[in-house]
C-alpha cells in the first residue's frame, strides 16, 4: 500500500512540492472511521505520546504530593520552545522533588524556535538541560522516580522501571506489543516505540474516553488531558502549532505533535481521536493534515472550522511579505 | 510517472521516515547518462541556478570594471549563510557601484543557520538586507545594472531588462521556454522559473564545456564555476554543504543548493552535470542525492568518493551524542 499525496506546497501557478501521509481517525469505541495510507505500519510517535508517558507521574500520586497543577502536568506532556517560563517551571518541578537538573538526562539544546533561540543567545552564555524541548517530560519523570522509591538515575533507559511502566502502559493503550524490536531511541534518549498509527489513535481514545482503563488510570488520562488544554502555552509556547490549535477552541481540542511529521489530536467530548503521520517527517504537512482532519468536526461557517482551515491551508509570503504560494491539503482528507 | 523512494531515514531497526525524488546526470554533450523519477517535469531550481543569474554580471564586463575576483564573483552565485563575511563583501560589492544597501529588493532576514544567527543576536540589533542570504546576487544584479546604464530600481521584477536579460540566457542554457505561466516569485523576490530537471542539467552542463554558447557567454560561465569552485566559504558558509562538497575535491566539484529540495552540481573536467530534486522539498535528501551522485563519478577508495559517501549515507547523533539512527540513499540512486 502506498501513502498518498496529502499536502501539496505551490508556487505560482504551480505544484513545487508534494507531502505523502498517512492519517487516521477512530471514535471512542476504537472504531476507524476516516483512514489514509498504511496506517496499520509501525510509526514511532515519538514526542506525541507524551501524554502517554506522563500517565505514571499523576498515577503514582507524585503529581499530588508535589502539588502539581495544571501547569506543571501540561508541561509534562510538553515538547516546549525553551522560553523562559517553560525552563523555570522544569526547574521548579524539580526542586519539588529536591532535585535539580543536573539530574536530567535529556540533553541541552538551543531553542529550535527563532524568536526564542535569538532570546536565548542574548540571556545566555548557552543553554541546559532545562532548555531541552524535553525537559518537562524529563522532570516529570524525575519526580514520578522520586515519589515511587526509584533511584533517577538511568531513568532514561530501557531497563529502568520507569521506562518497563511507560512501555506497559503504551501497551496498554495502544494494543500494541513493545519490545527491542520495535524500540529506537528518541533525540532526548529515551526509548521510542514504533506501532501502528491507528493503535496510536486508538491509546488516545481510550485517554479521552476511559473506556477500559482501569479507573486510575482513567482519570489521570483525563487530567494530563485537560491540563494540556487548559495551559496550551506550557504544551508547547508562543506562536507554536499546537498552542495555536488548542486555542482554537478551548477545553475541547488536545493536540501534539512528533518529530518526523507526527501529529495527535483529541476531540474529548466527541471521544473522536486523530493520528498523522507525514511520510517524508515534514512537520508542515503534519501541521496541515491535522488541522484539515480536525476542521471536518467542526460546523460549516463556523469560527473555530474557518480557523482549522485557515491553519490546514495557508499563504506563503516572502521577505518582502509578497505572496509566493501555497500550502494546501488535497481531497484526500475530505473523501 | 512516479518518483521513486530515494532516501531513507531510520531510527532503531526501522525506517521511520522516507524521500522520494528525481536525479539526472547528464555528460557534455548534455545526453542522458542516468536518471530517475520525472525529469522532464517542470522544476523550479530556485537558487540552485545563481551562477546563471550572475551572468549579465561578468557579460557586461561590469564585475571587470569594478574589479570582482574570485570572492565577489563566488558571491554573487551564493546562497550564503549572513555571516559577518559575506555581509561585508556585499557591502563593498555596492560601494564599487557607488550604492549601499538600501538598493537591496531581496529584503532582510535572520540567518537559516544556528551557530551565525546566536552571533547575529549577540552583534545586530536585527538583520539587514545584506544579511538575506541572496544579497551576494542582488548586489551582482545591482552591479550589473549600474555598468549597463539601467536604473536599478525594481531590478527584481519580471519586466526589468536586467530579468528579460536573465530570462533569455535561461532559456538559452535550459532549452525550456520562459513565460508568465511558468514563473513563480522566489522567497527574494525575483521571478524562478519552473524548467524540466533535465533542461537544468543540461544548462549547468553548457556552463561547464562552453559547447554551444557564444564566446562571451562560454567565458563568463568558466570564471563564474571556477570562483566558486575557488571560494566555496562565499558559495554558502561555514559548515554548510555546499562549501563542503567543494571543499572533498577542491577545483574539481561545484555545487549549488536551492529551497524545496534541489542540488545541481558539475565535474566540470568530466563535462559531467548532476540536477536533483526531492518531491517533498527537504534539504536533508536532496543533500544525501547529490552526494551519492557525484560519489559515483570518483575511483573507488579514493578519498574523494568516501568522503562523498559519508556525507550521503550518515548516522544521526542525539543531543547526548548517541547513535538513533541514519540516513541512507537508496539503490535507485546506484542502479
Known sequence: MENPVTVEVTRGKLVESRHRGMAVVVDGDGKVVFSAGEIEAPTFPR?????????????????????????????ACSSHSGEDEHAALAASMLKRAGRDESVLECGAHWSFEQPALIHQARTLDKPSALHNNCSGKHSGFVCACCHSGWEPKGYSTYDHPLQAEIRAIMEDLTGAALTHDNCGTDGCSIPTYAVPLVGLARGFARMATGKGLEPVRAAASKRLIEACMAEPFYVAGTKRFCTRLMEVAP??????????????????????????????GASRAAESMIAALLARHFDPGSPEREALLAMANHSMRNWNGLHVGDVRVTDVLFS
Chains 1, 2 share one sequence.
Open 47 to 75: 514526542s506525541a505520546c507524551k501524554a502517554m508517558q506522563a500517565l505514571p507521574l499523576v498515577e503514582s500520586g507524585a503529581a499530588d504530593a508535589y502539588g502539581f497543577g495544571a501547569r506543571e502536568l501540561a508541561l
Open 251 to 280: 477545553g475541547r481540542i488536545f493536540a501534539k505533535t512528533g518529530a518526523e511529521g507526527v501529529f495527535c489530536a483529541l476531540l474529548p467530548q466527541q471521544g473522536l481521536s486523530f493520528a498523522v503521520k507525514c511520510e517524508d
